[in-house]
Structure formats: C-alpha cells, structure tokens
C-alpha cells in the first residue's frame, strides 16, 4: 500500500491517475454524489467538490455510491488494507463523538500503540487525525448545504462552536462563515512568473498579498488558489502586479533588503506571534521550532510551532523556511525541502556579500 502524507499528495494522486493509490484512496465528487479510484478515467473534478475516503465503507456512508466506470469496489483486499477498513468504519460509527484508544484498540483486538503505528504507517496520519479530517469533512460538507454554522457544528459532531472558531482559520483558511462563501465577492488578482527553482504564483486583494504558491506546473498553482477561492473572481493581472512580482522573485533569489508590502492573511493570534517571530530570523540564518516556542514562552511547544509553519499562506514574505529541526535537518516544507534548501543558500550567499 502507498503512503499517504498530506492533502496535496491526494489531489495530486487524483490528478495523476496514480494507480499506486487505488486500494489506499478514495475520492467523492460532492457533485454527482459517486465515488472513484484514482486511477479512475473519468473527468477530473474540481478540487473544492472532492472529498477523501480511505476504504469504500465510509465514502459510501457519507452519501455516495460507486462509479460504474472504475468500479472501486472490485480492488484487491490485503491485511493492512482491512486494518484500515476496520479502523475507518470504528472512526464513522463514532464520528460524532472522540473515540478512546482503548475501546478502539479493545474493539479491534490490538494494543492501542501498535494500532495507531500500523495506521499511520499505512496511511501517513494517526487515528486522531483520520477522525478530526473526517469531522471536519463532515462539517464542510454542512456549510455547503445547511443555512447556518451553529447546524453545521452540531451535525458534524462537535461539541461547542467555541472549538472550531478557535481553529478555523488554520483547518479552513478562513472563519465558518466566509467558507460558506467560498470567498463570494471577493476580488482577487494574481500572477504567475518564472525564477530559478521553478514558478511562482502571486495573489493579492485590495488589502493585500493573500497567497503566494510555488511549484513547477502553472495551472497547479491556479487550481490550488482556485480551491481555496472557489467563489472569488480570479483575475490574472500579470501587468498590474510586476512591481509586486519582481518583489517576490528577488526575495526568492536570496534578496531581503527590499520593500515591505503589505499582507492579507487570516491567521489566529498565535499563528500571528509565530508569524513575527519568524520574520525575526535574520536572512541565511535558521531557527528550530523549539527555539520559536521557547521565544513564545514555551505554552504550545515546537508542534504548534510547526503546525503553524506549515499553514503560512504567504511564502518567503513570512519567511518559514528559516525554521529547521533540532538535529539539523530541515524540517517540512510546503513547497519542498530542495526550494527550502535552495532559499536558505541564497540567502547566505547574499548576506556574506553585504
């Protein structure tokens, strides 16, 4: 079985038609109601009426049926495929409330530790995980079709409003209510350029930069912002934006005496104080998490720390790749660990010049 590691590698399993997946992933399209493999060769959806599934129990629980085409149900069985079958329909039985480990691991007949290691060996994220995706898809799907966010909290089985407010922004990239819009009346203008390490995508609103994207395939870029922006008018503003975009290609080449421009990102307080201090590092230099954490007091520790990091919609203008591990590697990066590399190099070679 293939691992799996973030969302992005699920869309792109999707996209690519990678065969490897089929049997590890399953997708819905919200729109038709049916589910594939991703190897399946139907029409590719649009990103924001995709949700995940990791056997057919739980995507066919969820309100869709299988595709006739791709026949998902047909896949092969294995040991560690019905391990994660079983752990799933445990998770969606128990989806409106938090699952102990114990009963889990007494439900299934293993110990709680190793059961949570072969799952996420598996699939790439812990059972914790699978089951708060799970609600969170839920949730998502209830904004979509409910009138309000107080009966979409309760159907998708939190407790209280007070928990997805406070995490809103880094689960949804915005707060409940400006999801339901999908970003409805908004304006928002980008541009897309090549540099050294591949392309880079700009996006601002009338307040400010909101998402810069890096990768090597354009129209990537476009369907990730579009994803995020489902509802927002798109305007590609090449023109209008090459002040703005040779900013950032010369932050990109290890640049950083350079203009500040403003920024327009929806971001907790405390992803506000990790954003600060970030841009504390000086150019060339790294921090570790725990040394942002030990900087921020010590009361959310190099996790959160790096949660944040890893929910920056604005690369290099708030410069997380300045942040490693406490052995010396480098850590995560959206973008990919060779850009991270690449960045911090030039950096260093533009601050011995100066």
Request: glycine share 8%; proline share 5%.
């Amino acid at each position: 079985m293939t691992q799996i590691s973030n969302p992005a590698e699920l869309w792109d399993a999707v996209v690519a038609r990678n065969r490897k997946f089929d049997g590890a992933l399953y997708y819905g399209v919200s729109t038709t109601s049916i589910y594939c493999r991703p190897s399946c060769p139907s029409r590719r959806p649009k990103p924001e009426n995709v949700q995940f599934f990791f056997d057919p129990e739980s995507a066919e629980r969820a309100g869709f049926r299988a595709c006739l085409r791709c026949k998902p149900r047909e896949l092969r069985s294995s040991g560690k495929l019905e391990l994660v079958r079983n752990v799933c329909r445990a998770v969606e039985k128990n989806v409106d409330s938090p699952l102990p480990m114990k009963q889990l691991g007494a439900e299934l007949k293993m110990n709680p530790g190793t059961l949570d290691r072969a799952f996420k060996h598996s699939t790439g994220i812990t059972i914790k995980q699978y089951a708060e995706a799970r609600r969170l898809s839920l949730f998502k799907t209830a904004l979509r079709f409910r009138r309000d966010v107080t009966s979409a909290i309760y159907e998708a089985g939190y407790n209280s409003s007070s928990r997805v407010y406070e995490h809103s922004n880094e689960r949804l990239g915005m707060t409940p209510a400006a999801y339901v819009k999908g970003g409805f009346g908004m304006r928002i203008r980008y541009a897309i350029a090549p540099y050294s390490a591949g392309r880079a995508l700009l996006a601002v609103t009338e307040k400010g930069i909101c998402g810069v994207k890096l990768g090597n395939d354009p129209a990537r870029l476009v369907r990730e912002l579009e994803g995020e922006y489902p509802k927002a008018e798109l305007v590609h503003s090449g023109g209008e934006l090459r002040e703005w975009m040779s900013n950032l290609l010369r932050r990109l080449e290890g640049e950083v005496e350079l203009p500040e421009l403003p920024i327009d990102v929806r971001a907790t307080a405390f992803q506000r104080r990790v954003y600060e201090e970030l841009k504390r590092i000086p150019a060339g230099e790294t921090r570790t998490y725990s040394q942002i954490a030990k900087n921020l007091g010590g009361e959310s520790g190099r996790r959160a720390v790096a949660r944040a990091c890893a929910t920056n919609n604005v690369a290099v203008f708030i410069p997380c790749h300045r942040v490693v591990r406490s052995d010396g590697g480098m850590g995560g990066y959206r973008w990919g660990l060779d850009r991270k590399e690449n960045l911090l190099a030039r950096e260093r070679e533009k601050s011995e010049k100066n």
